[in-house]
Nanobody, 117 residues
Framework: QVQLVESGGGLVQAGGSLRLSCAASGSIFSGQAMGWYRQAPGKQRMLVAFINEGGNTGYRDSVKGRFTISRDKAKNTVDLQMNSLKPEDTAVYYC???????????WGQGTQVTVSS
């Protein structure tokens, strides 16, 4: 059974920090790169950061230097440390494989991040 559970979101002032965590279960995630995605109101869901099995990472330009993705393969968890948050980071954040698997990938409920100015 594939399951993704995101947590750690909340309301924070601009310049603040949050740490998101994702617990992934199901064999589909074994050996896969994992990513954090976000979806702001009225916008498409987009990749924010990814990390592969070897620990190599990639980031969207707008979050480089502020966000750090990490994973614990033994625990099947993926974290996203977000510093120097900006109002434009406000969105629902989701984790999933990178790239997405299948035509209808399974998504978790996401975690809301709201950054006030």
């Amino acid at each position: 059974q594939v399951q993704l559970v995101e947590s750690g979101g909340g309301l924070v002032q601009a310049g603040g920090s949050l740490r998101l965590s994702c617990a992934a279960s199901g064999s589909i995630f074994s050996g896969q790169a994992m990513g954090w995605y976000r979806q702001a109101p009225g916008k498409q869901r987009m990749l924010v950061a990814f990390i592969n099995e070897g620990g190599n990472t990639g980031y969207r330009d707008s979050v480089k230097g502020r966000f750090t993705i990490s994973r614990d393969k033994a625990k099947n968890t993926v974290d996203l440390q977000m510093n120097s948050l900006k109002p434009e980071d406000t969105a629902v954040y989701y984790c999933n494989t990178y790239p997405l698997i299948g035509t209808l990938p399974v998504w978790g409920q996401g975690t809301q991040v709201t950054v006030s100015s």
